[in-house]
């Protein structure tokens, strides 16, 4: 999979040279492309902003640099075509299975917001360009960032880890908190590993026991009693 990032901080990306979506990186699964938005300016100060029409607080960021970047980024891969991802708080949330759903595809391109957000015809413009596969406006969650940048590195991690390759075990991603099938709507219960006694607390006897049919009803029990805890929004009526 092919992912290119834009941002007016492209050192901010660094994280993902690390760890396991570095790894990807090195093996080749992702090809990753970082892009800082200046460049794609034209005047003294690399301005990429200016004072909102209709007045109010901040500044927008211009539709000018952002066309010529994705239009560059655009450029370079011309049989592929690539889904434009622009993180807002307005936008759909991203969950799991929009990481599932943008695994399979070949090509994310990430367009970092900073200030107010980026005039609004970036995406009228690019969502109705035949060269580019959509344009997904999506939300880590109900907070306001400073930037785009901590979105694009929480997206990129969790599609990396879906990609074929990348986990050591495929099958942990199948267990996780809502992974599609049995766990969609569900959160993982807690899990332990060695010493079977830490402190005063020890391991479940269940999960010492060796019996696979009854550590399998546990789980499901203890990921039922932790989803109707901590996430009754989950379970709808
Ligand atoms: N004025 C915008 C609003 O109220 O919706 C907030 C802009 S925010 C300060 C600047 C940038 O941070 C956004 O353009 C977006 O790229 C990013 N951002 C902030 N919160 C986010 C979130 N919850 N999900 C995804 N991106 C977010």
């Not at 785009?148 to 267990?175: D, H, I, T, W």
Request: net charge negative; hydrophobic share 40%; aromatic share 8%.
């Amino acid at each position: 999979m092919r992912v290119d990032i834009v941002s007016i901080f492209p050192e901010y990306l660094e994280p993902l040279r690390l760890s396991l979506v570095g790894k990807a990186v090195d093996a080749g699964i992702i090809d990753l492309h970082l892009h800082d938005l200046r460049a794609y300016t034209r005047d003294r100060h690399r301005t990429v902003d200016d004072t909102p029409y209709g007045g109010g607080p901040g500044m927008v960021m211009s539709p000018v640099p952002w066309g010529e970047a994705l239009d560059h980024v655009r450029a370079d891969e011309p049989s592929v075509r690539p889904t434009l991802v622009v993180p807002t708080p307005s936008g759909r949330p991203f969950r799991q299975a929009t990481a599932q759903e943008w695994s399979d595809r070949d090509w994310l391109v990430f367009a970092c917001g900073r200030y107010e957000g980026i005039d609004a015809r970036v995406v009228d413009h690019f969502s109705g360009r035949e060269d580019w596969d959509g344009v997904c406006e999506v939300s880590i969650g109900d907070y306001v960032l400073a930037g785009g940048e901590a979105a694009v590195l929480v997206m990129v991690e969790a599609v990396a880890r879906l990609l074929p390759g990348v986990l050591g075990n495929e099958n942990s991603a199948r267990e996780d908190s809502f992974a599609p099938g049995e766990m969609a709507e569900r959160v993982e219960g807690p899990v332990f590993t060695k010493p079977p006694q830490w402190r005063d607390l020890h391991v479940p006897d269940v999960l010492l026991s060796g019996h696979h049919g009854n550590i399998e009803q546990w789980r499901r029990a203890q990921a039922d009693a932790r989803t109707a805890e901590r996430r009754p929004d989950l379970l709808g009526d």
